[in-house]
Nanobody, 130 residues
Framework: VQLQASGGGLVQPGGSLRLACAAS????????IAWFRQAPGKEREEVSC????????YYPDSVKGRFTISRNVASNTVYLQMNSLKPEDTAVYYC????????????????????????WGQGTLVTVSS
């Protein structure tokens, strides 16, 4: 079971990046998925999480309207589209998965608490700077 994150880099304020997280060894459509980030000297924080059914998605106010989480079942990949990037978005971004989820309720109700996620990617650095 492995998650491989990619897509980070240096971008100017106002720019966009799309992060990808490819899963191997398991099928992502049975899992809650999330993105977290950790900036230097700060605690890890949630960026977005979505339920296995994709029926429940959460964004904190800091990224709402700018970031979009999605999954591609065919390629078994999770994405985080980040638009209107700000310097305060600079951080190492991690994808994570929690599951498998089988019941209707389990597939719908998602936690954004990092302690609930068993599988983690290695992180990809996003730097927003002019």
């Amino acid at each position: 079971v492995q998650l491989q994150a990619s897509g980070g880099g240096l971008v100017q304020p106002g720019g966009s990046l799309r992060l990808a997280c490819a899963a191997s060894g398991f099928t992502l459509d049975n899992y809650h998925i999330a993105w977290f980030r950790q900036a230097p000297g700060k605690e890890r924080e949630e960026v977005s999480c979505t339920s296995a059914s994709d029926g429940t998605t959460y964004y904190p106010d800091s990224v709402k309207g700018r970031f979009t989480i999605s999954r591609n079942v065919a390629s078994n990949t999770v994405y985080l589209q980040m638009n209107s990037l700000k310097p305060e978005d600079t951080a190492v971004y991690y994808c994570a998965a929690d599951g498998p989820k089988s019941s209707v309720m389990d597939r719908l109700v998602v936690s954004c608490n990092s302690h609930d996620y068993e599988y983690w990617g290695q992180g990809t650095l996003v730097t927003v700077s002019s």
